[in-house]
């Protein structure tokens, strides 16, 4: 999965995305399930704020 690391001062950020299919996962069942209101394919967004990593 593709990531952004970006550096602050101490703080290095990194940042990325990657899809899941969250039926396989059984996130959203019963009601949830019905792909019409949710598309099984979802984007998971993430962002981590990182101290003690070397500059880069």
Not at 27 to 42: K, P, Q, R, Y
Request: hydrophobic share 40%; no cysteine.
């Amino acid at each position: 999965m593709p990531v952004t690391l970006k550096q602050n001062g101490a703080t290095t950020t990194a940042e990325g995305q990657f899809p899941i299919k969250r039926l396989t996962f059984k996130i959203g069942e019963n009601e949830w399930a019905d792909t019409s209101m949710v598309a099984d394919e979802v984007q998971v967004k993430f962002k981590l704020a990182l101290t003690g990593i070397p500059k880069i």
